[in-house]
Structures are given as structure tokens and as C-alpha cells.
């Protein structure tokens, strides 16, 4: 799977960010918390009229940077990432999703390295997330890219 591009969402994009955020929800957390703790997180964080007016409105909300995709040679989204800046000096990573088929081939790592960018061009010095579990399966990869633990679910790092 080779990386086109990572650029900002569009309002055409809402729809396939939704599609696979919750795909990539599914698949990984399903067996881990259960069928209804999944569901209930896909529909706070993948709810479309959620993703589309956090595209659609010009500025978001204070300290909010925004929806990132990442797309493969043929234009397809394969990847999706949402982050910002809610306290002055920290960044935080909202979402970070990749379809399975592109999982391990530079995409996390590009839309990441997209995301802390504009984290930093905003002032943020350190960057957090919080894990829906202590089992999660991104956990390797966010060590890799040098967050280390605040408590068992929640990450932090130096920008």
C-alpha cells in the first residue's frame, strides 16, 4: 500500500471518515470491551453529523485543528486522524484510524507525524491521548512513536 497524501478533510470526506472510524472501532475494540461498550463508543465518535459539522465549521471551536486523511495512490481514504490544542502548551490526539489493509505501512506514522505538526504551529510543546482501554491494540505503536503512560489509558509525549 503506498501513501499518496495526507491533507485536511473536505466536506465530501465526512461520510468515509465516519465509515471507516467505525469500522476500525469495531475491529479493534469488539472482542476486547464487548459488543455494547464498542457500540456505545462507535456512536459518540463516529456519529456523521458530529464529523461533518466539525469539517463544515469555518474555525471549529476553540483549540479544535481540525480532521486529517490520508489517501493511497488511487485516491481512496485509508486513514483518518482529528487532533488539537484545548489547553495552551498540549496538544490532544482525538482519533487516529487506518483501514486494516494499509495498517503497518507508514500511515498511522504519517498522519501522526501531519497532526503533531499542526499541534506544534499552534504551541503545543506536549502531546496526549487517551486509550478506550489498557488492552488496546494501537498501544505498541503509540510507544514506538514515544508516548509513554500517564495512567494505564491515557498517553503522553513530548512535541
Known amino acids: 500500500m503506498q501513501l499518496a497524501d495526507v491533507r485536511a478533510a473536505a466536506a465530501a470526506d465526512a461520510a468515509t471518515i465516519s465509515r471507516l472510524l467505525a469500522e ?15 457500540g456505545r463508543l462507535v456512536s459518540t465518535q463516529c456519529a456523521l453529523s458530529r464529523i461533518r459539522a466539525e469539517i463544515e465549521i469555518p474555525g471549529g471551536a476553540p483549540g479544535w485543528l481540525g480532521w486529517l486523511v490520508a489517501t493511497g ?16 502548551g498540549e496538544g490532544e490526539l482525538y482519533a487516529l484510524a487506518v483501514i486494516p489493509g494499509a495498517r503497518r505501512g507508514g500511515v498511522g506514522t504519517a498522519l501522526l507525524a501531519a497532526a503533531s505538526e499542526r499541534m506544534r504551529e499552534f504551541g503545543a510543546a506536549r502531546q496526549r491521548l487517551t486509550l478506550p482501554t489498557e488492552q488496546d491494540p494501537a498501544l505498541p505503536f503509540y510507544e514506538r512513536q514515544g508516548f509513554a503512560p500517564l495512567n494505564p489509558t491515557r498517553l503522553n509525549r513530548s512535541l
Open 24 to 38: 476500525s472501532i469495531r475491529g479493534s475494540y469488539t472482542e476486547i470491551l464487548g459488543e455494547i461498550p464498542t
Open 73 to 88: 495512490a488511487d485516491g481512496a481514504l485509508v486513514g483518518v486522524a482529528a487532533g488539537g490544542v484545548p489547553v495552551p
